[in-house]
Nanobody, 123 residues
Framework: QVQLVQSGGGLVQAGGSLRLSCAAS????????MAWFRQAPGKDRESLVA???????FTADSVKGRFTASRDNAKATVYLQMNSLKPGDTAIYYC?????????????????WGQGTQVTVSS
């Protein structure tokens, strides 16, 4: 069992940057593949970045070159750095943990979820 608590997010102008954090507690953080998802109003939840236990990452084409995930195993925290934000990035962002190894991107394979945080990008 792991608990995920998100922080960061808020309102930013187009072209700006934000960093989201997701702190884990409970079972060993290094046991989990971590990922970031988002869900915009009226849309399905979208996989953004997955980061494996070893730190390898997979980034969706929609955010490649703008969003970067990293993990600090000593702090049991995963981060999502978002640059060059666009109004289309407006959504609720979620971190998630999976007991599956490798770069899983399917949300059904994620076992634990953060509470979600709103990101709003104004034009």
């Amino acid at each position: 069992q792991v608990q995920l608590v998100q922080s960061g997010g808020g309102l930013v102008q187009a072209g700006g940057s934000l960093r989201l954090s997701c702190a884990a507690s409970g079972r060993a953080f290094t046991s989990y593949t971590m990922a970031w998802f988002r869900q915009a109003p009226g849309k399905d939840r979208e996989s953004l970045v997955a980061i494996s236990r070893s730190g390898a990452t997979f980034t969706a084409d929609s955010v490649k070159g703008r969003f970067t995930a990293s993990r600090d195993n000593a702090k049991a925290t995963v981060y999502l750095q978002m640059n060059s934000l666009k109004p289309g990035d407006t959504a609720i962002y979620y971190c998630a943990a999976s007991i599956n190894s490798g770069l899983v991107t399917t949300q059904e394979l994620y076992n634990f979820w953060g509470q979600g945080t709103q990101v709003t990008v104004s034009s």
